[in-house]
């Protein structure tokens, strides 16, 4: 099965809405945890990180606090504009033992209508 | 250049070609890594290279046949594709985790945008 489960295909809201991208993962580590955005021809890059409990990753207005208890890693941001557009991928680090990468998230398409 | 360059960035090719792609990352990381993107699996590991070292391979048909002859080079091999191998394939470059950093976010090229006829 996944080892992380975010908000599934594409999220629509208006300009100046709030936002909530939803990211959870399975694990018996303790990862590190991070947000990709991807747009247009380009590739992923990091938008924002939390390295241990409690720690709130921040980038442009965007918030995820790491929450061990609940293991999620949810992306906030108050007031969505149109240039927030883009794929949004929830990525921890080390999901199981060994394992050397980041496991990525299905992505969530962010369309921000005018 | 800076960060994680990739090379070429579109290329279309016959079933019966031979060609490679090649990445180049001028972070200083030791780690290095192949994925494929496309509509079905977004962000599918193909190969991980620690230290030069291939560390992972997913599952990868031998049609594609990595190479890192050091920690700033990494090539993807191609032959004989099928149809469905047309992706945007993806070089990314780390710390590796057992360096003990404690940083391991990735950082990804651009892509090279693959089509097989």
């Known amino acids: 099965g996944d080892s992380v489960v975010q908000t599934e295909g594409q999220v629509l809201p208006s300009e100046g809405d709030s936002l909530i991208v939803n990211c959870s993962y399975e694990?018996?580590?303790?990862?590190?945890l991070f947000w990709y955005v991807q747009y247009p021809g380009e590739g992923p890059q990091l938008h924002l990180k939390?390295?241990?409990?409690?720690d709130k990753g921040r980038n442009k207005g965007f918030e995820a606090m790491y929450r061990k208890e609940t293991t999620s890693f949810h992306l906030e941001k108050d007031s969505v504009q149109e240039s927030d557009s883009a794929v949004y991928f929830c990525?921890?680090?080390?999901?199981?033992?060994?394992?050397?990468?980041?496991?990525f998230g299905s992505g969530t398409r962010l369309q921000v209508q005018p | 250049e800076t960060g994680v360059t990739q090379t070429p960035r579109h290329l279309v090719m016959g079933m019966t070609n031979k060609k490679s792609l090649k990445c180049e990352q001028h972070?200083?990381?030791?780690?290095m890594y192949w994925y494929k993107q496309s509509a079905k699996k977004p962000l599918e590991l193909m190969f991980v290279?620690?230290?030069?070292?291939?560390?992972e391979n997913n599952s990868v048909p031998s049609r594609f046949s990595p190479e890192c002859p050091n920690s700033s080079h990494l090539f993807l091999h191609l032959h004989t594709l099928q149809p469905e191998d047309s992706a945007l394939y993806l070089c990314?470059?780390?710390?590796?985790?057992?360096?003990?950093?404690?940083?391991?976010?990735?950082?990804f090229g651009p892509g090279t945008r693959l089509t097989v006829t």
């Open positions: 972070l200083g990381h030791n780690a």
């Open positions: 694990t018996t580590q303790y990862p590190s």
């Open positions: 290279y620690s230290l030069e070292e291939r560390v």
């Open positions: 990525a921890p680090s080390a999901l199981d033992t060994g394992r050397r990468a980041l496991t």
């Open positions: 990314a470059s780390s710390q590796d985790f057992t360096s003990g950093s404690g940083s391991y976010e990735q950082y």
């Open positions: 939390a390295m241990k409990a409690n």
